[in-house]
């Protein structure tokens, strides 16, 4: 039977962790893992960790198999105890049972909304947790804000004969070629936007737009939906600014791709797969 995770409002503790309370223990961009019987990386403990006094204060995000689930910030100076070890977040996913790692894109995205949403944009007080919700409040003015989502699409579009659009992106550091993607603007719906980055992108047009499946990206706090499409015309022309360079490929031509683990991983995989069936 697998492990879900339910995500409950949010309350703050300061007391020692339970034996079975599990941590999701963040420095900056790192996750504090523990290992398992087996050597396999997990989410530590309060057995693992009891926590020291200076970082008891925590933010309980959900339940784990009933298990109690918290968030604990742990500043960049802090000296780790030697069973446990830092990783960079997107990696440390890879390792994670997919509860686990709902539990830490939760706690990923409610620490950067914490952080930024202090004040009420109203009247400036300092905002409370609010009582019965996943929000915080202004106790001046009784203003509720909810943690901010910031929603993006990612599309897999392919050509008359079934190859696959890849561009390379002027932020990335190496030459990996990957999916177009771009967030949802204002009063927009996804396809709409799924057409507009592909436009403005790569100044192609595309047709039958079909929803894939989702990703939490909580970098710092976006959700990924990806998309696939077909060709409909115009030339590939990159813009220049965010692309520099775009094409078609097959199976065979694909240059360097995104890792596992994401959901620009699994559209291309998909694509892959459905392109050898028709290649039988």
């Not at 409950?8 to 523990?34: F, H, K, S, Y």
């Not at 198999?65 to 030697?82: I, N």
């Not at 894109?105 to 996943?134: I, V």
């Not at 967030?183 to 799924?194: S, Y």
């Amino acid at each position: 039977m697998s492990i879900e995770f339910v995500p409950t409002v949010n309350i703050t503790l300061e007391e020692a962790p339970d034996e079975g309370e599990v941590l999701i223990a963040l420095r900056g961009d790192t996750l504090l893992l523990a290992g398992g019987e087996s050597g396999a990386k997990r989410l530590p403990t309060g057995a693992d960790w009891p926590l020291p006094e200076s970082l008891r204060k925590r933010l309980v995000v959900g339940q784990l198999d009933s298990r109690r689930c918290s968030l604990v910030s742990v500043p960049p100076d802090f000296q780790l105890p030697e069973t446990l070890e830092a990783m960079e977040l997107r990696p440390a996913r890879l390792l994670l049972e997919a509860a686990d790692e709902t539990a830490v894109c939760r706690a990923k995205e409610l620490a950067f909304w914490r952080r930024s949403h202090r004040f009420c944009g109203g009247c400036g007080k300092p905002l409370e947790d609010h009582e019965t919700e996943c929000a915080r409040r202004c106790p001046a003015c009784g203003a509720v804000f909810y943690p901010v989502i910031s929603p993006a699409v990612i599309v897999a579009v392919t050509d008359g004969c079934g190859r696959l659009l890849l561009a390379h992106n002027a932020k990335f550091r190496t030459r990996m070629f990957a999916l177009l993607a771009g967030f949802v603007e204002a009063g927009e719906t996804m396809e709409g936007a799924v057409r507009r980055e592909i436009r403005e992108e790569v100044g192609i047009e595309v047709k039958n737009i079909r929803y894939f499946g989702s990703q939490s990206w909580p970098y710092p706090n976006s959700l990924m939906a990806g998309f696939t499409a077909e060709y409909a015309g115009g030339e590939l022309a990159p813009d220049g600014v965010e692309i520099t360079a775009a094409g078609f490929y097959t199976p065979d031509e694909l240059p360097e791709i995104p890792p596992p683990g994401s959901i620009a991983r699994r559209l291309i995989d998909h694509w892959k797969s459905q392109y050898e069936v028709k290649e039988r």
